[in-house]
C-alpha cells in the first residue's frame, strides 16, 4: 500500500506552485484543471501541466492531475493534453471530480487503457481517484468505488456536496458525517483509501492538525491540502505515532503467543484484546509501514499470518 496522507491541489496554470508542490515531500501532488482553474485559462492550464509532467522532477510525490467532470465538455481536450503528449509525459493518476455513475469510472478506464497502448505504458498503471461529492454520488457510491481495478482510492468533496444539497458548512463537520462516513465504509468495503475533506483556513494550523486526526480516526487514509503550510502537519496526522506503533507490536506479539497456548481473547494492561483488536493493531502497523516508519522485522508482524 502507498501512503496517500497529504494530496495537495494547486492550480494548474501555475507553473511556479507545481515546481513548489514538486519539493515539499508531498504524497500526492495534484495538479488541478478544474475549479481552481478559470474557464478562459483552461487550455494554458492544460498546456503548463503537460509541460510539467515532461521537465519537473516529483521526487517520491505521486503526480495527480485532476480533469474536469464527464459531460463538462472540457474531459476529452483534458485527457488528451494528458494522455497523448508522448511517452514521456505520464500521469500516476487521473482525479475525476463529481462522479456520479459507475459508467463514468469506466468510460475513463477505457481512455487510459486506449493511451497505455497506444504509449507503451503498462495496462492499468495510471491509477483513477474518484472525487464523491455530490448527492448522486453519494447515493451511488457503492456501485461508483466498485466499478474498476484501476480505482485507488475515493475523495470525498464536502464543499461542493454542501452546495448541491444546501447545507451550511461548520467546523465541526456534522453536517456531512453521513457522507463522510459513507465514503470512508464504502472505500474500505472495496479495498480503496479514502481521502478526507479541505480545510480551507489554511492559517489555521492547529485547526487543521485537529481535523486531520478526526480523519484518521475515521479511518481515512489521508486529507485534501491547498496550501503549502498544511503539508507537515496533515502528514504527520495521518502517520501513527511512535507509541501507538508500539502499542500494536505488543498487541500482535500478545496475540500470537496466546493463540499458541489456545486463547482467542486475554488481557492486556488491563483490556480486553481479541481479533477485532488485533485486526486494528495491524492496520497501524499498515499505515505505518507505507509512511516508512517502521523497519523490516517490524512490518512482518503486521501481515496476518494467514493472509
Ligand atoms: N501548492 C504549491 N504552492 C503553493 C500553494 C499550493 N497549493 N499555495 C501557495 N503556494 C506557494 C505560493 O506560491 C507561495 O510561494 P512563494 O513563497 O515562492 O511565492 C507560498 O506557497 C506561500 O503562499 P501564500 O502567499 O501563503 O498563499 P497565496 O496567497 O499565494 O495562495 C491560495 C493562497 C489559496 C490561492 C493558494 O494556496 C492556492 O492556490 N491553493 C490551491 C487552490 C486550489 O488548487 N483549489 C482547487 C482545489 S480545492
Ligand atoms: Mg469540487
Request: contains cysteine.
Amino acid at each position: 500500500m502507498r501512503a496517500r496522507r497529504g494530496l495537495l491541489y494547486m492550480p494548474g496554470d501555475d507553473g511556479h506552485k507545481i515546481r513548489k508542490a514538486a519539493g515539499l515531500g508531498v504524497d500526492c501532488v495534484c495538479m488541478d484543471l478544474e475549479d481552481g482553474v478559470a474557464f478562459d485559462r483552461k487550455a494554458e492550464a492544460r498546456a503548463t501541466v503537460a509541460e510539467s509532467l515532461l521537465t519537473v522532477d516529483f521526487g517520491r510525490s505521486e503526480k495527480l492531475v485532476r480533469v474536469n467532470a464527464i459531460g463538462s465538455g472540457l474531459e476529452v481536450p483534458d485527457l488528451d493534453a494528458l494522455l497523448s503528449g508522448g511517452p514521456d509525459i505520464r500521469p500516476d493518476g487521473i482525479v475525476l471530480p463529481k462522479v456520479e455513475a459507475a459508467n463514468q469510472v469506466r468510460w475513463l478506464s477505457s481512455r487510459l487503457s486506449e493511451a497505455e497502448a497506444a504509449q507503451g505504458w503498462p495496462e492499468g498503471g495510471i491509477g483513477i481517484f474518484v472525487l464523491i461529492e455530490t448527492a448522486l454520488g453519494v447515493v451511488n457510491v457503492r456501485e461508483i468505488l466498485s466499478a474498476e481495478p484501476r480505482l485507488r482510492a475515493a475523495i470525498f468533496g464536502a464543499e461542493d456536496l454542501a452546495g448541491d444539497i444546501g447545507m451550511t458548512r461548520t467546523r465541526g463537520a456534522m453536517e456531512v458525517l453521513y457522507a463522510r462516513s459513507a465514503v470512508v465504509t464504502h472505500a474500505a468495503a472495496f479495498g480503496l483509501q479514502a481521502i478526507d475533506i479541505v480545510f480551507v483556513d489554511f492559517r489555521d494550523v492547529e485547526g487543521l492538525r485537529a481535523e486531520s486526526l478526526e480523519g484518521a480516526g475515521m479511518g481515512f487514509s489521508g486529507k485534501q491540502l491547498i496550501h503549502p503550510a498544511q503539508v507537515a502537519p496533515a502528514q504527520e496526522a495521518y502517520t501513527p505515532s511512535d507509541e501507538a506503533v508500539a502499542k500494536a507490536i505488543r498487541i500482535v506479539e500478545a496475540f500470537e503467543a496466546n493463540q499458541r497456548e489456545g486463547r482467542g481473547a486475554f488481557a492486556l494492561d488491563g483490556a480486553m484484546v481479541d481479533m477485532p483488536i488485533v485486526k486494528a493493531a495491524r492496520r497501524v502497523l499498515d499505515r505505518a509501514g507505507a509512511a516508512g516508519r517502521l523497519t523490516r522485522v517490524e512490518t512482518s508482524r503486521g501481515k496476518d499470518p494467514r493472509s
